[in-house]
């Protein structure tokens, strides 16, 4: 059998697949199972930072992999506690929780938040304030968080006490908070529902009512952390700094690795018993994630996702139908005229472009922060193209 075959009958239809077999990636490029060469303008969703198979964390895993690849977390784990100092000198929080997924990192912070306020004394304080349109992974908590009713509707009964306001809807916001509530959770770039920028005063207010109510600011960082907006940090264009940060997809530079930040009261609110995941922190993927973070952050690519992420923005606004582009760094969408996105993603995945859909009128442009201005050229040419 294929392997589409084999798929197609063995594994759960949770993904509408486009019939293309990726075998080997280097750089910012992806082989086929043909020997096809594709430009990977998506980046495993904004997960390969540093494109496919990075030197220093490929180098990293292998000796890892060789010397320990498990340990409980019952016992102190070397690689855990050194990437736990380098993503808190670098991010402004104090401690870390480690998982394996953005979904998780969420989990970990809404648990975090709902102890704090009933070590606070005010157990009636349980109502966490998410957006519309926003995204925060597919557990049960992270749907409800989800201000998406079509990731939900199967799902009921969800948990209680999510509430949901329109994103950068400063009035909405201040309407909604209230004695009850207990965080506010945003992403300070709304990436599946098309790439929104925060405005600075939308998470202004936000931190402005979580210090009036004693309520957590959490930032879902997962798409936006580790260098994507053209900072290390989304949060860092806003001077807007939460209380408990989550982080995924890039931080393991292609390596499954989930970390849930916070800072002042909030990251002393564990316990032993409260939370834990088994696989969370493991030897392999933070050593994984020392390289890929030290790499990104030492190696120019954050100036880098400012620098060709402007380029790219220019670029696509010289593409014919589109409406808008917007986006910080390398994370960027453009709006089209007609809903022609998904026929323009199939027609460049045919050219050797990888490219993504959020909707019918959008594209959504997350390349690896190691991408050339040569590349995007390139990419521009096919959808060029393909548009005709
Ligand atoms: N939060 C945000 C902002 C995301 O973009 C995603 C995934 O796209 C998630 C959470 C969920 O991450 P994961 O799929 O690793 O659970």
């Known amino acids: 059998m294929t392997t589409i075959e084999l798929d197609n009958q063995y594994v759960m239809h949770t993904y509408g697949r486009l019939p293309v077999v990726f075998v080997r990636g280097e750089g910012c490029f992806v082989y086929d199972d043909t020997g096809k060469e594709y430009l990977d303008f998506l980046a495993g969703i904004a997960v390969n930072g540093l494109g496919h198979c990075p030197p220093k964390v490929v180098e990293a895993i292998c000796n890892q992999a060789a010397t320990l690849m498990h340990v409980s977390n019952l016992y102190y784990i070397a690689p855990q506690a050194q990437l736990a100092k380098l993503l808190a000198d670098l991010s402004g929080m104090s401690k870390a929780f480690f998982c394996n997924s953005g979904a998780e990192a969420n989990e970990a912070a809404m648990k975090i938040a709902r102890k704090a306020t009933k070590m606070a004394g005010h157990p009636e304080k349980t109502e966490i304030i998410t957006a519309l349109d926003s995204f925060h992974g597919r557990t049960l ?34 309407a909604m908070a209230g004695a009850r509530t207990c965080a506010i959770m945003m992403e300070p770039v709304q990436g599946e529902s098309g790439v929104h920028p925060a405005t600075p005063e939308f998470l202004r207010t936000a931190r402005e009512l979580c210090d009036q109510l004693g309520a ?30 989550t982080l995924a997809k890039t931080l393991g530079g292609g390596f499954p690795i989930g970390a849930c930040l916070a800072k002042g009261k909030y990251a002393d609110v564990f316990e032993p018993g409260d939370h834990a995941a088994t696989f969370g922190g493991n030897p392999l993927a933070c050593a994984a994630s020392i390289a890929a973070v030290t790499e990104i952050v030492e190696g120019g690519w954050v100036e880098n996702a400012t620098k060709v992420g402007a380029y790219l923005m220019e670029q696509l606004a010289t593409l014919p ?68």
């Open 216 to 245: 957590a600011l959490i930032f879902d960082e997962v798409q936006t952390g580790l260098g994507r907006t053209g900072r290390v940090f989304g949060y860092q264009h806003f001077d807007v700094v939460p209380d408990i940060m």
């Open 321 to 388: 139908g589109v409406t808008e582009v917007r986006g910080l760094g390398l994370m960027i969408a453009a709006e089209l005229e007609k809903p022609v996105a998904k026929d323009i993603v199939t027609k460049a995945l045919s050219k050797g472009l990888i490219l993504n859909a959020t909707s019918d009128n959008v594209l959504r442009f997350v390349p690896p922060l190691i991408v050339t201005e040569d590349l995007v050229d390139k990419a521009i040419a096919i959808i060029r193209e393909v548009q005709q």
């Open 141 to 174: 908590a992270a749907i409800t968080a989800t201000g998406q009713p079509k990731y939900q509707k199967y799902f009921a009964p969800l948990p209680p006490d999510y509430k949901y306001v329109p994103y950068n809807d400063v009035e909405a916001l201040k």
